[in-house]
């Protein structure tokens, strides 16, 4: 069964490091979501693409994170500097639905990347 | 405040019984997602609903939509040690706009 690939699955850093995660999206999606997910709370969305072009990164705080999906396949999240408050689990999801269509969008999520931050 | 409220945030019950999860949305539904995820691990998709009075199960998990409410709900029958996790609702708020927005969870322990 096709699944989104996620790394790295830990993740500890110290306050004011760069730290980056790398999403695989299952062959063939074009959307892909990076979210995250506080302990105790639902998932967040941080920023969606559909194909290589974001089609919202509106709580994507853009001061420290950057994502980027170059090639319209994997995509890349970056936090610099991390902060405490970054300790969370950063999950991406894939679906072939594209942005503006009706109908139903099963998203797929990979296992997830938790930081943890000193 | 919370887009999607789910309730209750956690639930204990002894293995075999019946419980309701239920899931509330302060906007119109343009779809409704369930999903499971166990701790720390990545979510799995359990069934989606789309109509107004749309029923689906599967196993002995059965969902519900009532558009009118805004509301769906999550019944697990006989309820099993595998049916422990955290079970979440996501929803599309924005019409066509193909992105969830999650409610904050229910936590699921079966007691044997």
């Known amino acids: 069964e096709a699944e989104v690939a996620q790394s790295p699955r830990y993740k500890i850093t110290e306050k004011s490091q760069a730290v980056a995660f790398w999403c695989d999206p299952i062959s063939g999606h074009a959307t892909l979501y990076w979210y995250r997910q506080i302990l105790g709370q639902g998932p967040e969305l941080l920023v969606q693409f559909q194909d290589e072009s974001v089609v919202d990164d509106s709580q994507l705080p853009k001061d420290r994170f950057s994502a980027e999906r170059l090639k319209g396949v994997d995509s890349t999240l970056k936090i610099q500097p991390a902060e405490l408050g970054d300790s969370a689990m950063y999950l991406c999801?894939?679906?072939?639905?594209?942005?503006?269509?009706?109908?139903?969008?099963?998203?797929?999520f990979g296992a997830g990347s938790r930081l943890t931050v000193l | 405040s919370q887009e999607l409220e789910q309730s209750p945030q956690s639930l204990i019950v002894q293995e075999g019984k019946n419980l309701t999860i239920n899931c509330t949305s302060s906007k119109t539904l343009y779809g409704l997602y369930w999903y499971k995820q166990k701790y720390g691990e990545g979510l799995i998709f359990l069934m989606m609903?789309?109509?107004?009075?749309e029923e689906k199960s599967h196993e002995k998990i059965t969902a519900k939509l009532d558009e009118k409410k805004q509301q769906s709900s999550l019944h697990i029958t006989a309820s099993q040690p595998s049916h422990a996790g955290i079970y979440l609702c996501?929803?599309?708020?924005?019409?066509?706009?193909?992105?969830?927005?999650f409610g904050q969870g229910t936590r699921l322990t079966i007691n044997p």
């Open positions: 609903l789309q109509k107004g009075g």
């Open positions: 999801a894939s679906s072939s639905v594209y942005s503006g269509s009706s109908g139903a969008n099963v998203l797929t």
């Open positions: 996501g929803a599309v708020l924005i019409q066509g706009a193909q992105k969830l927005v």
